[in-house]
């Protein structure tokens, strides 16, 4: 989707809660706050939850409904917003403590290469947490998108993961409404 399509979704309707996605809180509710990027932010609701926690948090997204959305929220004034393409938009190298990559699906090289400057971007011990859903989801899960080239895998993943410490790189389950969506988990640390 082009950012054009992203705009006429969000004009539509607000397309998710205010609430961070469940295991993206449980593994990041006890970090201690930093600097963090979230990458294809959307609507800002991780880098809003983020800033609420004390973090210095970007939100960068190709979609300007998106973000205006986010912009309209309470305690916006605490995000940094960037309306930017994520395969262009660039951090200082070792600038960051958090890169959160929620469901950015890209086909690869583009979605390898975002990755690999996103783990540059970390500084020693940061952390890169990607969830995104997963191509076992086409057969095995609910939702998400039907494209086989833009969703993620473990075996798609290898290459990131391997710049990384990693903790987890997993097919994990996700409850919908409809039913149980699978997606990937990327967890992991740049070494020090």
């Known amino acids: 989707m082009q950012a054009a399509d992203w705009d006429a979704r969000y004009a539509e309707r607000q397309q998710w809660s205010g609430e961070p996605n469940p295991l993206v809180a449980e593994l990041l509710a006890d970090l201690p706050p930093g600097d963090a990027v979230d990458l294809a932010a959307g609507e800002g609701r991780h880098a809003l939850w983020l800033a ?19 912009r309209a929220r309470p305690d916006a004034d605490r995000v940094t917003w960037v309306a930017a393409d994520v395969t262009a938009w660039d951090a200082a190298p070792s600038s960051q403590d958090l890169v959160l990559v929620a469901y950015l699906h890209l086909p690869d090289p583009p979605m390898t290469d975002v990755l690999r400057r996103a783990v540059g971007w970390l500084r020693p011990g940061g952390r890169l947490l990607l969830l995104g859903h997963d191509v076992v989801n086409l057969t095995a899960g609910v939702g998400g998108p039907q494209d086989p080239a833009i969703l993620h895998g473990v075996e798609r993943l290898a290459p990131v993961a391997a710049l990384l410490d990693v903790d987890r790189l997993a097919t ?19 070494a020090r």
């Open 172 to 190: 994990v389950p996700r409850a919908t409404p409809a039913g149980t969506a699978l997606d990937t988990l990327l967890w992991g640390r740049r």
């Open 52 to 70: 609420g926690l004390g973090w210095r948090a970007t939100a960068v997204d190709f979609s300007a409904t998106g973000l205006a959305r986010g």
